[in-house]
């Protein structure tokens, strides 16, 4: 060391930590992942939602199918019936023997009850055996059984489609809070930067809440 000069050693200084940076960094990392999540989320309600129409379809599909064949066994029977009363009318003992002993179910187990309430002397007997309570076709009972499945899974397809929809504006909505939070990083004056960090951090806390009370598909 020269003699007469004066030499000062300058201290490091300590950097600071760059809050705004910090949370734009953790705002950014955050949303990218609940966006990812929302997307997944709005393409599981949406298969579950092809699922349901599928299953309402199928249903639609068998529903028509049972009717038809009941239709065909009622149709069967009110001309093996009508074919009775004719030969009663006649006086065909011997055919109304015939024919009734070759009633269908559950043409075969009414018609007897019928009988019972005498139709030919009580007005308020029913009139055919078909308008008994006790006449029912069992595919008929299941066509309306389908029918409602197919009803029910209709009205879960239309609420699993929305739920899809709920999941897709979500994904947009929180990549709207990264555009703000990336944009923040542009800005060169300090309190646009943290202008635009706070927009995006208020719609990301937005878009959590509302995210909270969604239903969720795993």
């Known amino acids: 060391m020269h003699p007469g000069i004066v030499t000062t050693t300058v201290a490091p200084e300590h950097s600071r930590t760059d809050w705004r940076e910090l ?13 990812a999540w929302t997307g997944f989320q709005a393409s599981k309600w949406s298969g579950a939602m092809s699922i349901s129409f599928s299953q309402a379809s199928t249903n639609r599909i068998e529903a028509a199918r049972l009717e038809s064949t009941a239709n065909r066994k009622l149709s069967v029977q009110v001309a093996l019936f009508t074919q009775w009363l004719e030969a009663y009318q006649s006086g065909d003992t011997e055919l109304t023997e015939f024919l009734q002993a070759r009633f269908p179910e559950p043409l075969a187990t009414v018609f007897p009850a019928w009988l019972d309430t005498r139709p030919l002397k009580d007005p308020d ?37 929305q739920r899809g929809d709920n999941y897709t504006v979500l994904t947009i909505g929180f990549a709207s809070v990264l555009f703000f939070a990336a944009l923040s990083e542009r800005m060169r004056r300090r ?28």
């Open 125 to 161: 007997a029913p009139a055919t055996p078909f308008d008994m309570k006790e006449y029912v076709i069992p595919e008929s009972v299941d066509a309306r059984a389908a029918d409602a499945t197919a009803d029910r899974k209709f009205r879960q397809a239309l609420r699993n489609n």
């Open 23 to 35: 949370i734009a960094i953790l705002l950014l990392s955050v949303t990218a992942i609940l966006t």
């Open 191 to 218: 309190s646009a930067q943290w202008a635009l960090l706070c927009i995006g951090g208020v719609g990301f806390v937005v878009l959590a809440v509302i995210l909270m009370t969604f239903p969720k598909m795993i």
